[in-house]
């Protein structure tokens, strides 16, 4: 049976890897990663969290009716939380030596959850709670895909899969509510 150490580098070689390619960064010789397609899923997150912004606030400020104040906060609350992540997921591109898609030019085809604006209240948390759902099933393959291949990347991603789990969590709540 191999011993612990054997899967360790030595002090020499870990020092000597270090001062290669400096101009990588935080991307190491240790970079187990297939980095194209980290990349490109991480821009795929990225159009996902942007367009999901772009329904929240849609819908925080279209939200109206005797039940929409407290529903409207929590669109709005999702709105920056979405933006959050949307943020994170931009810094750890560069981080890995890539470049953020900000482009509005199919943001939409890119994006995993689809914009549906709905024209009332039901109808919105509805499609908010569909996008949340798609989100869950894209994070978790990725996380599944990254295995321990880049913790850094899942360990990101695990965080907001949690934050969409209770997104979807809030708006059921809030569809039995006014159900009721
Ligand atoms: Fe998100
Ligand atoms: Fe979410």
Do not use: W
Not at 29 to 42: I, K, N, P
Not at 89 to 96: E, G, K, M, N, S
Not at 157 to 180: F, N, P, Q, V, W
Request: hydrophobic content about 40%.
């Amino acid at each position: 049976m191999p011993k612990k150490q054997d899967f360790l580098s030595d002090i020499k070689t870990l020092r000597k890897r270090a001062r290669s390619h400096i101009e990588r960064g935080a991307v190491t010789e240790g970079y187990r990663a297939d980095r194209e397609t980290v990349l490109r899923l991480l821009n795929e997150a990225l159009a996902t969290e942007l367009i999901c912004v772009l329904r929240y606030k849609r819908h925080y400020f279209m939200a109206s009716g005797i039940n929409a104040q407290s529903v409207a906060q929590e669109f709005l609350q999702h709105a920056n939380e979405e933006q959050a992540h949307a943020d994170e997921i931009a810094a750890r591109i560069v981080q890995l030596g890539g470049e953020p898609n900000f482009s509005p030019e199919g943001l939409a085809t890119r994006s995993h959850a689809e914009y549906v604006e709905g024209d009332d209240l039901i109808s919105m948390i509805k499609e908010d709670l569909i996008a949340e759902r798609i989100a869950i099933d894209s994070y978790r393959e990725m996380i599944t895909y990254l295995g321990n291949d880049d913790s850094t990347t899942r360990r990101m991603l695990e965080g907001i899969l949690a934050m969409e789990e209770e997104h979807a969590d809030d708006l059921a709540s809030l569809l039995e509510e006014l159900a009721a």
